[in-house]
């Protein structure tokens, strides 16, 4: 007697749990033949609301580990990520990869990740600066990670593309709320559970499925994102993005041409973006009793 | 009951017992209901209206209490058409200030007393506590019942109690904080809703604030369910204060949801409704301009007390 195959049903993932989209929705995306890949939530403005609160609360856990320890939960998601190659390259080649490109783009995801987990701890030394200024004054600028981060992940580069965009804004501490693409949404899902079960605290990173023409005016509206990291194309959407960033003065950061399969993608100034620049004046004054001065 | 007024105090070790199942399936139906765009902007303006503004910290200062008494006053000036909250509630040393600071706006000053938050006091350091924060002006007092003489089964201690420290509040409302976090069962909740009911309380709480769990949907139900039966059996009326815990827009209507199909539209109203609450108002704030603006609202523009 033939079995009949478990098909696994891809939930949404908020503040470290897989609920179902609230508004009970669903869409079948297709590979190239016209074959379901599997039901997706479709969700709706309201899980966005939850996972934005979500990453708020998440955000002051994050944001005040040390570098060092990010570094090292960074790794430990490329660690598992490793682990798992086998089904993400299966999802790869089910959203309509090559074996091989599906394999490569694995490998890429996963040498990504070590890369930016390299960065947590070093890029505020190597870009904060002492600036030289004309009073008695120390005058520091330092980066500081802005808050909760809307990304709009690559529509085509399903897994490499979301990791390049996502592991970048991790790193410099912020909290992200992600949409995965619309047509090629299987490895979004499978990465939250890498995720899940690599040390990222709950809220850190959550993971919608959707459609952007239905979510993108509330990633663009919401008061409590920060920024926005939008790696798809649309001179349409990215005006629509910006107009309404600007009610709050999010910053929006245009990815969408970037070839995130090329080896050298990968950029410590990526992690700029989502960085604010904080400076700082501290006087230099004679404690008394010491000859110094520092 | 044959009479429709009791001429004794009842036997409280006969309150009726409570189906505990029953009545959390019952509290879980409220948060079902659905409402939406006018109704849910008028549930959130009376949501509003009905908050106790609170901080009851060790550390409060003079001007913590004349902040939040301007936040009192002006929640959030660049929405039109707001109501104020019901009341400040503070401890009775900040009475005076609040008072003051509010002036003539019509919010009304709450303060606890009896030894807030424990009870842990003797009766007449508990009466003087009440005489002293209605002398500063407090129109409305909320004191502790005494939990641990009601484990041990002194219902009368507990009633005298209560009529005690309200024949002390005067010409002042007189709130009775349960500690339903404390109690242990529903059972308890609903005996000592009476006690206080029949000792003269004008208003039932749920909670301190200081002690997990506050006020919970369950509670508050047997609550306004022992409200509704002394209603029924004395024709007097007694106002429900759930405090505690509820931080957010969304319970908040559920509460009100609660209230009206439990007590009807009499309660509908900050003279018998209110929310014990310090976080709340600013996330009802926050809802209301996103009903208004359709955008989702962030924190950071909204003042924090």
């Known amino acids: 007697m033939s079995r009949i195959p478990v098909l696994k049903t891809y939930k949404i993932y908020i503040g470290g749990k897989f609920p179902r989209t609230e508004s009970g929705r669903f869409y079948q995306p297709e590979d190239a033949k016209g074959n379901s890949l599997g039901n997706l939530c479709r969700s709706s403005r309201k899980d966005l609301r939850n996972a934005v609160v979500a990453a708020r609360a998440a955000f002051p856990g994050w944001s005040s580990r040390p570098a060092f320890n990010r570094g090292q939960i960074l790794y430990r998601i490329a660690e598992v990520l490793e682990g798992r190659t086998d089904q993400f390259v299966a999802e790869l080649v089910a959203q309509g990869s090559t074996a091989k490109a599906a394999t490569k783009e694995v490998e890429l995801s996963v040498d990504r990740l070590v890369y930016y987990a390299g960065w947590c701890d070093k890029y505020q030394q190597v870009f904060s600066a002492v600036n030289p200024v004309a009073s008695n004054h120390f005058n520091f600028s330092i980066y500081e990670p802005m808050g909760v981060v809307a990304i709009v992940a690559p529509e085509e580069s399903s897994l490499v593309g979301l990791i390049s965009t996502l592991a970048p804004a991790l790193a410099g501490g912020n909290v992200v709320v992600l949409l995965a693409s619309q047509s090629k949404p299987l490895c979004s899902i499978t990465l939250a559970e890498v995720l899940q079960t690599s040390d990222v605290p709950g809220g850190v990173v959550n993971v919608l499925t959707g459609f952007d023409s239905e979510l993108l005016p509330h990633f663009a509206g919401h008061m409590d994102i920060n920024a926005v990291i939008y790696g798809r194309q649309g001179a349409d959407q990215i005006e629509a993005l910006q107009r309404g960033a600007a009610e709050n003065v999010k910053r929006v950061s245009l990815l969408g041409d970037r070839n995130w399969l090329e080896a050298e993608a990968h950029d410590p100034y990526l992690i700029l973006n989502t960085q604010e620049v904080k400076t700082t004046w501290h006087p230099i004054e004679k404690v008394g009793g010491s000859a110094s001065g520092y | ?305």
């Not at chain 2, 319970?251 to 199909?261: R, T």
Request: glycine content about 8%.
């Open chain 2, 1 to 305: 009951m044959s009479s429709s007024v009791p001429t004794t105090i009842p036997d409280f070790r006969l309150t009726p017992t409570i189906d505990q199942v029953g009545v959390e399936e019952r509290a879980a139906r409220f948060r079902t209901r659905s409402i939406k765009k006018e109704a849910k902007v008028a549930g959130l303006k009376l949501a509003l209206s009905m908050i106790d503004l609170t901080t009851l910290e060790g550390q409060d200062t003079e001007n913590k209490v004349r902040q939040l008494c301007y936040k009192a006053r002006h929640l959030h000036d660049a929405y039109d058409g707001l109501p104020t909250v019901a009341a400040v509630c503070v401890y009775p040393s900040l009475v005076r200030v609040a008072k003051q600071a509010l002036g003539d706006s019509g919010i009304r000053v709450a303060s606890v007393a009896t030894a807030f938050p424990s009870g842990q006091a003797p009766m007449p350091v508990k009466l003087d506590d009440t005489r002293f924060a209605v002398a500063e002006g407090a129109d409305e007092v909320d004191m502790v019942i005494s939990r641990g003489r009601f484990h041990q089964g002194e219902y009368n201690y507990v009633y005298d109690e209560i009529a005690a420290v309200k024949a002390a509040c005067g010409e002042a409302r007189l709130k009775v904080i349960l500690e339903t976090g404390e109690l242990g069962t529903l059972d308890s909740v609903r005996r000592a809703s009476e006690i206080a009911m029949h000792a003269g309380a004008d208003f039932i709480k749920t909670s301190t604030g200081k002690i997990k769990p506050a006020a919970t949907m369950p509670v508050t139900l047997v609550m306004l369910e022992a409200i509704r039966d002394f209603y029924f059996q004395t024709g007097k009326m007694v106002g429900m204060k759930p405090a505690g815990g509820i931080s957010a827009a969304k319970p908040a209507l559920h509460y009100l949801v609660m209230l009206k199909e439990t007590l009807g539209n009499a309660w509908m109203n900050n003279h018998w409704f209110r929310f014990g609450a310090s976080r709340l108002a600013n996330d009802v704030l926050m809802q209301l301009v996103k009903q208004q603006t359709g955008r989702y609202q962030s924190s950071d523009y909204f003042s924090k007390d």
